[in-house]
């Protein structure tokens, strides 16, 4: 976890494993900010082994796309990318399979003690992972 020394921090997920006497880690860069969620997941349908979840806060996409002033504060409520990470067998590693932007925004730290984004997206996530697996 770092600190800027500020309100937030970010936490750098890492799932190890050792392979050749040394440790591996089987995930992408997963970075997530103190307005984050994770969670592993049991999807036997598309994995053998629980994927990954992730929900992280944007600040105010719609006013950072169009340049202009907004009121988000920080710990307001925010639209979350959430992302899906799936492990491949062939390479031996987690891939980030899903991801994007919720429709709505969720309570930040100002209104709940944690955030709680990712059993509200299941649906949209696993409608979503059914999409691109149909490909």
Known sequence: ????C???TLTHLSLLTVRDGEFVNLLPKVELTNQSEYMLWSLPHFSNIPVL?????????NAMEKSKYTEETHFA???YTISLYIFESKSGRFIQRLQYLTSKKYPGLDD?????????????????????SAH
Not at 1 to 4: K, L, P, V, Y
Not at 53 to 61: G, K, V
């Open 6 to 8: 500020g309100s937030g």
């Open 112 to 132: 709940v003690d944690e955030i709680r984004v990712l059993e509200s997206e299941r649906p949209v996530i696993l409608s979503e992972l059914r999409k691109s």
């Open 77 to 79: 409520r925010h639209r």
């Open 53 to 61: 979840a992730t929900a992280d806060y944007i600040w105010d996409y």
């Open 1 to 4: 976890m770092f600190s800027g």
